[in-house]
């Protein structure tokens, strides 16, 4: 499966940018999907995973009750919608794909997207 990330940009502490992914290739619903983020000189590291079917979803503490992670297997898209953003927020942010459910590592996926970059100011 290919992936295509986008939405990113430059946006001021406390607002919201939604990020999508999207996919072709392979059939988009039969894959978990995720989101990751990787900061300058830091690891990448997990955001947020969503089930096949939505119904499940997993987050990062550092992002729980602020991001929102859905998927549309109608229209072969990933979702990660974003609010009151802090400049710890700031990184690269892939989207990727496992059949390993609500995976959280990034070794457990096999495909991702080429990333797209979030900057939030202070």
């Known amino acids: 499966v290919q992936l295509q990330a986008s939405g990113g940009g430059l946006v001021q502490a406390g607002g919201s940018l939604r990020l999508s992914c999207a996919a072709s290739?392979?059939?988009?619903?039969?894959?978990?999907m995720g989101w990751f983020r990787q900061a300058p000189g830091k690891e990448r590291e997990f955001v947020s995973a969503?089930?096949?079917?939505?119904?499940?979803?997993r987050y990062a503490d550092s992002v729980k009750g602020r991001f929102t992670i859905s998927r549309d297997n109608d229209k072969n898209t990933l979702y990660l919608q974003m609010n009151s953003l802090k400049p710890e927020d700031t990184a690269v942010y892939y989207c990727?794909?496992?059949?390993?459910?609500?995976?959280?590592?990034?070794?457990?996926?096999?495909?991702w997207g080429q990333g797209t970059q979030v900057t939030v100011s202070s």
């Open positions: 969503i089930s096949w079917s939505g119904g499940s979803t």
């Open positions: 990727a794909a496992t059949t390993v459910n609500i995976a959280t590592m990034t070794r457990n996926y096999d495909y």
């Open positions: 290739g392979r059939t988009f619903s039969r894959y978990v």
